[in-house]
């Protein structure tokens, strides 16, 4: 492999590109916006009625287990909250549920062993199940499905979990390595 110098066009395109936990808070944030908006946007523009996808858990699992807990817990909060702008009655529910995994995930995550593929993927399954079955229990309690879509939701929620969890393994591979560093601060 050639080792060249890297141009300056090269570094700001690396350093712009979308990835969660930058280290930098206000990067950060703009990237959680951009997951948000193209999550809340772009997706359900695209895709119609099947483009209600999740990318902000797996992008938000990530930070909980990369950031210090008082920055994941603030991450927490503003993704709710962005999510949150797209109820018509905001209720807390997607804080509560991200809070919730982000408390989970901050006192579980010294005890595994991030180099290997098994605890990304239980962490990326149970949180988007969890946020589906909080989202579930909203809509049944507040009765806004019809029941002639519950086979199209039940679809939908299937999908949406597990392109979830593809999503998250995509963006958590740099990690899955013997020789990596381990994500979580010490």
């Not at 110098?5 to 930098?24: F, V």
């Not at 994941?72 to 503003?78: E, P, Q, S, T, V």
């Not at 199940?129 to 299937?158: C, D, N, Y």
């Amino acid at each position: 492999m050639l080792d060249r110098p890297i141009s300056s066009k090269e570094l700001i395109m690396q350093s712009w590109m979308p990835r969660p936990n930058t280290g930098i808070f206000w990067k950060d944030l703009i990237f959680l916006l951009f997951i948000v908006f193209m999550q809340t946007t772009v997706a359900p523009a695209l895709l119609g009625k099947m483009g209600h996808l999740d990318f902000l858990t797996p992008w938000l699992v990530i930070t909980f287990i990369r950031q210090r807990a008082p920055q994941a817990c603030l991450f927490a909060i503003i993704g709710g909250l962005l999510l949150e702008t797209r109820l018509a009655v905001p209720a807390g529910l997607y804080i509560t549920a991200y809070l919730i995994v982000c408390t989970l995930l901050v006192q579980i995550r010294p005890a595994l062993s991030w180099r290997y593929r098994t605890p990304w993927l239980v962490c990326y399954a149970s949180a988007s199940l969890w946020l589906v079955m909080f989202e579930g229990f909203v809509i049944h309690f507040l009765q806004t499905a019809s029941p002639l879509r519950k086979w199209e939701f039940l679809v939908q929620t299937i999908l949406k979990i597990f392109i979830a969890i593809g999503f998250g393994m995509l963006l958590s591979r740099k990690w899955m390595k013997l020789d990596a560093e381990e994500p979580v601060p010490q």
